[in-house]
């Protein structure tokens, strides 16, 4: 058409990818650099860290984190915040720790895990129906709900205790090989038997058991339509409404799906720590949005995902383990916890000195 | 062959907003097929009607018809699902989501488990942008990612991927320079000539009467008359919208006399890779606009002489003194005077939820301290009052949150603000954009008394009539660098756009036989 080629148009030259993608991405990049200087400082200290028993016990540790963390992300990319994350961990662990029957029963524990998974989707699908329906700022609503969780973590266990089945605590917290029958891969195995058996002799279940959640629930989760809307209406939800977007739905499954990813958290923790108690998931609240943050999720809503906030996760719980093995007084781990979060956010803000536009700092 | 009916029809349709009457027994009524103008002064009910129609508010009474049928939308979606797609004034677009996800954020193409198929999603988005003349446009950038006019278009296609019956840009082309409205032009057409219908809103008297086929007028929420294109003259058309005869639209240039001194000069300055060694000078007294095409710097070289940007290199004088201006505060302060009226009211140029008292005095609130470091309140009150007054803002108290008020009050208190800085130097980033005709004309004859004030103006608009008719002087940059100065009768449109697209000047003029 003439007068479309006589209509010139200003083009954005095609960027490079490679440069597109870190322009992108650039805050879940610092955040795997600042994963992978801890753990290299976690190995100049301590030369046995790659082996099975040490690699299996890092990954139980950052688990519960990570969970928790990632069930902030779905909230957080709405542009709201859940403070009842925490909240529903601990109910979760109480819940459990409650109902499990003094049995390595296997139908008792299949129940008890679906008891809990079921209260605490409900929990966060009534945190998502009151900040829609209700109208109201979801950090007073999670506030408010956080407050009634606990209370009720407080009355299924007043007392920390109860018994937790060794077989459902192994099963999340030993590593694939120590389940498996010592004769599966023969006497003295070589090949491909040798490898499988190192392979599973290696990985945590707790692993396995998080790589399934990712395939099951959140990859689906992110890449339907209803993942894409959750992000849409943290980008601008009036703009979302008139696209056709229904935001009460897609708001709604981001709180339900952070509760239902609290409480594995909640039902991980219960394995690792074989016990029960109505505050053990207090911390992880705010645990959860300092890894949001490092790893890259506005705070604002929008933009950021998940592959951060497990970088994140892991390279916070990697602290104690460095203050361990330097022989600091484990007491200062918060203090080196702050560092390590300001540090981060601060690279993550760095890049404003490139800024050359001041007005765009501001928007 | 029978008539079809109206493709799109609103009877009598009345809504309030509070005590504000938004719409009086309007009737609008839309044929299949042709392009139809809504225009009206601001607050003159087109939005609301629009509104109405497009299923995002309701009417208070009234009747809505799609097809001949009664209508009973109730959401943007339903509306959509109708036929009826709007493109609304405030881009509606997700700045970090892709171009692709953005336009099939209501339906991506998914598989049966309801992942969205990301392949389909991209090339259905290069399908479109192929169909629509686009190609250019890649849809796997994120929207934050491309310039504001690229995302106009993006915005339009997405409204035509629905399959619109009748599509309704609202002032959609008003963020756009003259090359990139041609393109949007060119598809209204072929949308026109496949059968379905545009309504097409603009404060752009000379796009109306280039495009439209109807014309239908509104005035205080009533429609005050339809017409064919070209039935009436734009004299009564213009009257019409205001209710009144508007009398010249630019207050009258004063003649070109003797060389002025000048208050503002800069030489070779530079902003890589955006502006390349400029050298102009501003008198007193004097508006000196700049033009070009979209994108060609006009707004940084306007940035780089307010402070915002960093890494500037080159010279800047003001009453022959050299200055080093590095930041806002720096460029506002007492001896340097300098006033940038930003482009975007609603982000840079106000705080929305404070009062228009307060956004008018934010500017100068550290000259109406008294002795205690407090506001004095009297010198404050007798300020705004005097602001209100000098610009005519339409509001009841001093006390309303600026939000409240329609986009051309909004704009002059964004101006009044400046002009109680008691400036030397206007910097004017596109202060009538998105203004109806009779506050545009308010603001041109307002620009003319500050530069008589013996003030310097830099006046950078998209709109080339405001160029012509009130500039002593045009600047038209192409890439970055001054391309060419016009003075006089030389500043015509034609030798703006034939610069702007960077046309080296022909020698000889053309002679009507040669054509």
Known sequence: MAATQTARMQTTPAMPRLRRFALRHYRVIIAYVILFALLAITISLNDRFFTPPVITSTVNQSMTLIFAGVAQTTVVITGGIDLSVGSIISMSNSLASATFLDTDNTLNIILVVALVLVVATLAGLINGLIVVYGRLQPIIVTLATASIYSGIALYLRPRPGGYVPSVYADLLTKRA????PETLFGENPVGISAFFESLTNTIPMSLILLIIVLLVIWIPFRRSQLGMWVYAIGNNEAASYMSGVNVKLAKISAYTLSGLLAGLAGLFLTAQTQSG??????IFTLQSIAVVVLGGTSLFGGSGGIAGTVAAAVALRLIPTILFFARINPLQQPLWEGAVILLAVSAGASRIFMVRNRLDTMR | MADKPPILEALGVNKRFGNTIALKDATFVCQPGSIHALVGENGAGKSTLIKIVAGVVSADSGMIKIDGNVSTVTSPSQAAQQGILPVFQELSLLPELTIAENIFISNAPQNRLGIINRKRLKQSAEALFADLGLDQIDPTSLVKEIPLAQRQLVEIAKAVSHDPKVLILDEGTSALAVQDVKIVFEFIRRMRDQGRSVIFISHRMSEVEEIADMLTIFRDGEDVGSFPMGSISHEEMVQLMIGRKLEQVFPPKPAPGKPRTPILEVENLSWEPTLH??????GKGEIVGLGGLDGQGQAELLFALFGVLRGVHGTVRIHGQEVNIKTPS???????????????RKTEGLILPMSVGDN??????????NHFGLVNNQKERSTIQQMIEQMQVKVSSPRTPVRSLSGGNQQKVVIGKWLLTDAQIYLLHDPTRGIDVGTKQEIYQ?????????TGILFFSTELSELVGLCDRVLVLYEGRIFRELTGSDINETNIVAAALGLQQTKQPVTPQEI
């Open chain 1, 177 to 180: 090989g120590q389940l498996l």
């Open chain 1, 277 to 282: 108690g109505a505050d053990t998931g207090a």
């Open chain 2, 277 to 282: 060694s400029i050298s102009l000078s501003v």
């Open chain 2, 330 to 344: 720096a460029a506002t302060n007492k001896s340097n005077r300098i006033a940038l009226i930003p482009e975007d």
């Open chain 2, 360 to 369: 008018s005095i934010m500017a100068i609130i550290d000259r109406l301290i």
């Open chain 2, 446 to 454: 307002l620009i003319r008394n500050l530069a008589d004030k013996e």
